[in-house]
């Protein structure tokens, strides 16, 4: 498996994500690609004193700045540290891309450069939660700042089948976040969404209010 790391994606960046590559590569025994100014990373490990040997490196002239229009991602900067990392996924030369950088850039990579599931509608964030018990996911947590029914059906029903084949959560419970757990609370949002995540192949638990979350 080889994961295509952005170097330049965050802060403390590239010395941290060189630090936490390093570490990845030694825990999960993964192959390890870095994206990005090959000059400029090799001298960070260099005057910071890390082995980057077993890393791979990808060259990449320019970085996306978290200030500038997410679109450059596919127009003006298409030789960025992100925009390549995603173009080596897209063309099977990683099997996941990691970032720290510019979500709208990150989305809009995804999108186009990428691509989506067939017949999913729209990408989502997905958060873990820590709790108690078993994790927990939110989605959507930032991708897109407004949603149709048949697209928060979809999030339930991709965030059910990552918990279940990536967390090991068997049969994981899928709620639907509203201002109150009766099945008449919301907008007509949240009252068609209900309706379609009931005949959703998920295990679909109802209205959960935001308290709820973490339980």
Known sequence: MNIVIDAFGGDNAPL???KGSIDAQKDFGV??????DETKIKKC???????????????ADTVIEICEEPTEVIKGKKDCSMAVGMKMLADGEGDAFVSAGSTGALVVGATFIVKRIKGIK???LATILPTAGAPTMLLDSGANADCRPEMLTQFGIMGSAYMNKILGVESPRVGLA???AEESKGRELELETYKQLKKAPVNFVGNIEARQLPM
């Open 122 to 124: 729209r990408p989502a």
């Open 178 to 180: 509203n201002i109150g």
């Open 16 to 18: 941290e994500v060189i």
């Open 31 to 36: 192959d390890v690609t870095l994206v990005g």
């Open 45 to 59: 490990a260099q005057d910071n004193g890390l082995d980057i040997t077993a890393l791979h490196i990808k060259h």
